[in-house]
């Protein structure tokens, strides 16, 4: 049986570090709030040349190192993104040409902060199917463009980032096991940017009326992205035969510290089972699945046959898990 394994990951975090203390100088806040409530410390941002293209094609390189993967032998490139450089071109026909994969073909997927595990699943079934044989896929965003500097409640949440992760076919028991994925596009309007698409072009009026940047209802979306991930969860585990204590790792989207500890408090799972990296990056949507796992895998926290929950929620609304062979 051809399975897609994760031979190799990477990611790009910009230099600049913005504070919790620095937010307090803008926005009527506090780290303490920040802190209890978030997790979060320090989110990083990019600098005014940087654009999403040149994060992912930075992550997408490390993982092609490490993977000791030449970018002309990649059939395919996928970034999973929110906030790409242009409306089109796709962001990754701009990776193509910046890492120099000439025999790739690449494409776009939106599905916000689940963008990398539904990118991973459309890897997946490629890979499974014979079709291609090495897919790098990565979750890119610059959201400090998008958010709206002046609204406390979703301005301290959100970073910039871009992490990656080559999958290649592989005979054994080795990869991803399985994917699962939901949408329920009846509550799109728990988090949206209302502006500079079809529905509302760019105009003075938008602008003025702050459309183009996110807007979000908080308390709601922690509610359903609590009770959707523990059952996405549940559901992956049950896909498998597995129980949570056969789990060597959960590598969940990091949109909350508060989210993260109960979801593993449902599923009865140890806070050491779970990476966290929220407290330095805050919210990087669909960069904070590849971001955190190649962090677990550099820092020793992952080796060979460990089982792997991946899981994550976004707007849409959009929710996901995989189950991953190490
Ligand atoms: O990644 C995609 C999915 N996104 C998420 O999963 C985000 C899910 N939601 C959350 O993480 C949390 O709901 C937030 C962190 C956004 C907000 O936390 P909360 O505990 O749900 O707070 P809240 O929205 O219920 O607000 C409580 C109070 C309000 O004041 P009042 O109405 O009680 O007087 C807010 O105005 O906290 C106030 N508040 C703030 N105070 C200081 C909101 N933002 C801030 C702030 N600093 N930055």
Redesign the pocket.
């Known amino acids: 049986m051809i399975r897609a394994r994760v031979t190799g990951t990477g990611a790009y975090l910009p230099e600049r570090r913005l504070t919790n203390q620095e937010l307090e100088r803008t ?4 780290d303490r ?2 802190v209890e ?2 997790g979060i410390r320090e989110r990083r941002i990019a600098a005014p040349e940087e654009a999403t293209s040149d994060l992912a094609a930075a992550a997408g390189r490390q993982a092609l190192e490490a993977a000791g993967v030449p970018a002309s032998s990649v059939d395919l490139i996928i970034v999973a993104t929110a906030t790409p450089d242009m409306l089109f071109p796709s962001t990754a026909c701009l990776v193509q040409e910046r890492l120099g994969a000439k025999q790739a073909f690449a494409f776009d997927l939106s599905a ?2 689940t963008g990398f595990l539904y990118a991973l699943a459309v890897a997946d079934q490629y890979i499974r199917a014979g079709t291609y044989r090495t897919v790098l896929v990565i979750g890119a965003e610059v959201l400090s463009r998008m958010v709206d500097w002046t609204d ?3 301005c ?2 959100f970073g910039d980032g871009a992490g990656a992760a080559v999958l290649q076919a592989d005979r054994g028991r080795h990869g991803i096991l399985s994917t699962h994925l939901h949408s329920d596009g009846a509550l799109w309007d728990l ?1 949206h940017i209302p502006g500079g698409g079809s529905r509302r072009p760019p105009s003075a009026e938008t602008l003025a009326d702050r459309m183009n940047f996110v807007k ?1 209802k ?2 709601e ?2 509610r359903v ?1 609590v009770r959707a991930l523990e059952e996405v969860a549940r559901e992956a585990l049950a896909a498998n035969n597995l129980s949570t204590d056969q789990l060597a790792l959960i590598v969940p ?1 990091q ?2 510290l ?2 993260l500890q109960a979801v593993a408090e449902r599923l009865a799972v140890p806070a050491e089972k779970v990476m966290i990296n929220v407290d330095r990056y805050g ?1 990087t ?1 669909a960069a904070s699945i590849p971001i955190a796992l190649d962090e677990a895998v550099r820092g020793g926290r992952v080796k060979t046959d460990d089982l792997l929950l991946l899981e994550a ?3 849409g609304l959009t929710w996901g898990a995989a189950v991953v062979r190490w």
């Open positions: 926005v009527e806040t506090s709030w920040i409530r978030t916000a902060c406390r409640t979703t301290i949440l988090i979000m908080g308390s979306t922690f992205a989207h949109a909350n508060r989210i919210n949507s929620f976004g707007a």
